[in-house]
């Protein structure tokens, strides 16, 4: 730091101790202090967003160049322009587009990351999670907990394409990565589909599940049709003035987030609303599910329309508005921060 209230002589012998330190790997804190410990979050990540209808021809050019087996997993992932070259979108978070051709197999493999899939074009494919299917249906929100086989493929007639979300950085962060590939391409079913969401997310639970408040959601599926349904009977009366009709996914045996380290949204915004501003410490990934509108974030205003991907950084004021009845699904970091008793929002 240079400082021109500082003499000389006293620069010069602060700059040879530092070098001296720098040596045996130490640094001055009061050099950096301010940076450290800032007044409010500074956050590098950027806001952005990816035109689905621009970017829809590059994922399917990547089923003509790969196949899934071959990639284990094809997906383009959404890189954040501040964040080139480090496979997140947010400091936490990773996003990316996963393509699955007909007759495709993606192979199971399991790790220690947690994961959700979002539905945005197709029809036909499935995940498979410990032993029970899933068919994947556009909207559907579906959950690989950590540390739990899975695996995807196609038996219908159309490429498939969802948007994954993981906490890659956070876990990356920590240096706790594990993974593990199977033996079998595709795992045997054990379960028959529906089988998790009528025995955990049915009012009901096995009479011997007891599960802690951060163990993940045994229900791996939210399908949309539901979500929609519960969105639109809650839309009644005034909606929210910075969030509009806005409900958190939720671990129905718990009432606590789906995943530890991910939480999930999903808010309905009227044709013509527009919330106020708002911002919050978790940086958030937003998909458009249905309508179209515009988000200011920060400074800066992005038109969005079905299946467009758009990130709020950490700290940056979000407005949205609604051209149509529009239906959003979201998902962030909150869990992890507010365990740590670091989350903060305020309504401007």
């Known amino acids: 730091m240079n400082r021109p209230d500082i003499a000389p002589e006293v620069a010069a012998a602060r700059r040879n101790f530092y070098d001296r330190i720098g040596a045996q790997s130490m640094t001055p804190l009061w050099e950096v202090l301010g940076a450290l410990v800032p007044p409010f979050p500074h956050s590098p990540v950027a806001p952005a967003i990816w035109h689905y209808a621009d970017v829809r021809e590059r994922v399917a050019e990547a089923g003509e160049l790969i196949t899934a087996a071959e990639a284990e997993r094809r997906v383009l992932i959404l890189e954040n322009p501040a964040l080139r070259g480090q496979s997140c979108i947010t400091q936490s978070l990773y996003a990316g587009l996963q393509l699955i051709l007909p007759g495709e197999v993606a192979p199971s493999h399991r790790h220690a990351q947690s994961a959700l899939r979002l539905v945005l074009d197709g029809e036909g494919a499935y995940t498979a999670v410990d032993g029970e299917r899933v068919t994947m249906s556009r909207g559907d929100f579906i959950i690989t907990p950590a540390w739990t086989w899975h695996d995807h493929g196609n038996l219908g007639n159309q490429p498939v394409v969802w948007l994954d979300g993981l906490d890659i950085p956070l876990v990356r962060f920590l240096d706790a990565g594990f993974s593990e590939k199977s033996p079998e391409e595709s795992q045997r079913t054990v379960r028959p589909e529906g089988d998790a969401l009528a025995r955990y997310g049915s009012n009901m639970l096995p009479i011997d599940y007891e599960p802690t408040q951060s163990a993940?959601?045994?229900?791996?599926?939210?399908?949309?049709?539901?979500?929609?349904?519960?969105?639109?009977a809650i839309s009644h009366g005034v909606p929210d003035a910075h969030l509009g009709f806005k409900q958190k996914f939720v671990n129905p045996a718990t009432g606590g987030s789906p995943m530890p380290t991910i939480g999930a949204f999903t808010q309905r915004l009227p044709a013509g609303f527009e919330t106020r501003p708002y911002r919050s410490t978790d940086g958030t990934v937003y998909v458009c599910l249905e309508g179209a509108g515009e988000a200011e974030i920060g400074d800066q205003l992005y038109r969005f329309e079905e299946n467009d991907v758009f990130v709020v950084p950490p700290w940056h004021t979000l407005c949205l508005r609604a051209r149509q009845d529009t239906i959003l699904f979201s998902f962030s970091d909150r869990p992890v921060q507010r365990a740590l008793g670091l989350w903060r929002d305020e309504r401007l």
């Open 216 to 232: 993940p959601t045994k229900v791996f599926v939210y399908p949309f049709a539901q979500t929609r349904s519960a969105l639109l």
